[in-house]
């Protein structure tokens, strides 16, 4: 039995002509761009111009909403889907049980157009963490062309 102090230390070198054992992901290595190629190179310095105007950085426009949705575009949007040939029966039918155990579930109770939904839509759009604006422009435009299909004789399939 040898101690730590008598065995040899054994040292591995690699042969730069051996092939290597792992492939890289990309064939060549990243680089940033060439300055003097045809590519556009900026430089900014924000020091300046946060130091000319200090007030940019006080301003927050994060809370801003740009997108709002008007209520009367869905008021319209749900009289047009009301005004459909469709029987609206079929959804009071029990259906399968299905777990949504995936995501935590989407508050929409103070979203516009909760209310012009039926209680298994807004469950359904809580779920799947849908607008009501969003599920009703969908749900309008698949009965169109749902509509349009039948109208020109064809089967509408989902895929459609």
């Not at 990309?26 to 900014?44: A, K, L, N």
């Not at 209680?119 to 969003?134: D, I, M, T, W, Y």
Request: proline content about 4%.
């Amino acid at each position: 039995m040898t101690s730590k102090s008598q065995r040899t230390a054994t040292a591995t070198f690699f042969n730069r002509n051996a092939p290597r054992r792992h492939f890289r992901k990309q064939s060549h290595p990243m680089r940033s761009p060439d300055s003097s190629g045809d590519g556009f190179v900026y430089r900014i310095n924000l020091y300046e111009i946060y130091a000319k105007n200090p007030s940019l950085l006080l301003s927050n426009d994060s809370h801003v909403i740009t997108n709002i949705p008007s209520i009367d575009a869905l008021k319209k949007l749900t009289k047009e889907i009301d005004q459909l040939s469709i029987d609206h029966s079929s959804i009071d039918y029990k259906n399968p049980r299905i777990k949504w155990n995936r995501t935590k579930s989407m508050e929409i109770s103070q979203e516009a157009g909760y209310n012009l939904l039926h209680e298994k839509e807004k469950a359904l759009c809580s779920k799947l963490r849908l607008k009501p604006s969003n599920y009703l422009k969908a749900k309008y435009n698949i009965l169109i062309s749902a509509q349009k299909f039948k109208g020109e004789g064809k089967v509408f399939k989902k895929v459609n």
